[in-house]
Nanobody
Framework: QVQLVESGGGLVQTGGSLRLSCAAS????????MGWYRQAPGKQRELVAR???????NYADSVKGRFTISRDNAKNTVYLQMSSLKPEDTAVYYC????????????????WGQGTQVTVSS
């Protein structure tokens, strides 16, 4: 079984910073990609940032230059450093991992964290 545990959300003022962390645990063989998505009330879940094997990184246009995604392969952990936060960044942020897991037979699947609330006050 694989678990993604997120931390680091909270309440911050406009222009402030927060750092989200997401640690994957379980019988993980390899991680193909890890990333962050967010969902604001009444809106669809959207990609924020994603890092794939080979350190290929994608950002949503709305966060480019303000957010930085990074990954610690040894810890199976992905981080999202968020700076210059705006009220429109307010959402539940979800960690996502595309990975292979198992002991003798490997299964590739996509997992989601439970979500962490980020609220940016104006």
């Amino acid at each position: 079984q694989v678990q993604l545990v997120e931390s680091g959300g909270g309440l911050v003022q406009t222009g402030g910073s927060l750092r989200l962390s997401c640690a994957a645990s379980g019988s993980i063989f390899s991680i193909n990609a890890m990333g962050w998505y967010r969902q604001a009330p009444g809106k669809q879940r959207e990609l924020v940032a994603r890092i794939r094997s080979g350190s290929i990184i994608n950002y949503a246009d709305s966060v480019k230059g303000r957010f930085t995604i990074s990954r610690d392969n040894a810890k199976n952990t992905v981080y999202l450093q968020m700076s210059s936060l705006k009220p429109e960044d307010t959402a539940v942020y979800y960690c996502n991992a595309d990975l292979s897991h198992g002991t003798t037979k490997y299964t590739r699947a996509v997992y989601w964290g439970q979500g962490t609330q980020v609220t940016v006050s104006s």
